[in-house]
């Protein structure tokens, strides 16, 4: 990491891969709610609310790609990032991310039509999430692409959960979890790709930084999604869904 | 209210007035946090959390009404609004309410530059604000004004506020409390003038319509900051400030 006498200096490709890991202490995955979670703690509502919140999320990912696109002047980028937005949103009829996961809804026994409506989604769910689209509209496309090395620290995760989730949730039938298996199956590789990505393309010191702080940024909208679904699920304390 | 068969007709002022006063039920006022700072169950270092965070909504509000200004065609509404920008920033020497707030933040032990650096500004809030001002950038002018009608809420609990907090954080000191002594001898009236504006420029059904859904929206706002400053402060389930 830099010291205050080479804040100019460009940091190695190690020094600044190893700064980008180093936000893995941010990573949502051992936020109380998805302990919660994955320890078989949550009722059917509040699965549920889960699902229904989470679909906020995953519905705004093609338009932050898109944003992406869209500011990026470079299309060897745009050309590499193109698939992201088929994969979110499918084509000539094979279901994409957010169909799969509308499969997950269906399967926790939520109604597509209740979810797609969003009359679920808590408020601060919706903000965090907005301010995520926000961001990949307003910042440069490199920042907003460094803010999607959250895809570093999840191939564990993924896995993890959906081994919990069958284990605590038998009752979810099984093509419920085809968000999870088909994500499985490609994260790891897309995040090592989107790594290299940003480690080209970050040529100062100040981008490596700007990179660095959209993926704390990234970490901070995650985490405050999970806050605002453990905030008005958590049993005992008189709050629960307001 | 209106039936299913009278979408587009538009109501009465009286209904109206009544649409936008019954949004009183999702006013803040007795949100927990409040609760907590209002019987003085709120330690120090908490206070100075809810100060250090409502700092960032004070801050944003200036920039919220020049937003409002910046979309609205109509003279004579921008010169009724413009003293609104005056009243956060000052002029001419004069403390504005911003500065009044961090005068509150130096009270309750916090340093005045920490305070502006916006460290304790925790991710949840600073999401919620930001998609207030983001609303009002967006929004067209009258759906933004309509947004501040939490005014028409707000004299009560000022004045409760200044009473319960005098009383159970005896140690702040009497000039810590000008922000809220200043605003309780305006807002009534404002928020009076503000209800008018509104009555008088919601012309059809849908804008009445867009009206409260403004207002609902920023009663959102405003809760879920609080509910992130309740997450991250309740004191017994092992979440103290992360």
Redesign the interface.
């Known amino acids: 990491m830099s010291t205050a006498c080479d804040t100019e200096t460009r940091w190695s490709e190690a020094e600044f891969r190893q700064s980008l890991h180093a936000l893995e202490a941010l990573y949502w995955d051992r936020h109380?709610f998805h302990e919660r979670l994955h320890n078989g703690r949550l009722d059917k509502d509040e699965l549920r609310l889960w699902v229904a919140n989470r679909w906020y999320y995953q519905r705004c990912l093609p338009q932050k790609d898109a944003a992406i696109i869209a500011n990026c002047p470079l299309p060897e980028v745009r050309r590499e990032w193109l698939p992201r937005i088929v994969y979110h949103d499918g084509a000539d009829g094979s279901p994409g991310g957010a169909e799969k996961w509308l499969h997950l809804a269906e399967a926790v026994g939520l109604e597509r039509a209740e979810v797609v409506s969003e009359r679920l989604v808590l408020?601060?769910v919706?903000?965090?999430v907005?301010?995520y689209l926000?961001f990949a509209r307003r910042r440069p496309w490199l920042e907003a692409v460094a803010s999607g090395l959250t895809e570093l620290f999840s191939p564990g995760l993924l896995s993890y959960r959906l081994g919990r989730m069958r284990q605590h949730y038998p009752w979810i039938a099984e093509e419920g979890f085809a968000y999870f298996t088909a994500r499985i199956d490609m994260v790891e590789a897309e995040g090592r790709s989107l790594l290299d990505l940003v480690v080209r393309h970050a040529e100062t010191r100040a981008q490596q930084q700007a990179c660095v702080d959209a993926l704390a940024f990234k970490c901070?909208?995650l985490?405050?999604v999970l806050?605002?679904l453990?905030?008005?699920t958590?049993a005992g304390?008189g709050?629960a869904v307001r």
């Open positions: 109380p408020p601060g919706r903000f965090a907005d301010a926000d901070d909208v985490s405050a806050d605002a453990d905030y008005h958590e304390d709050r």
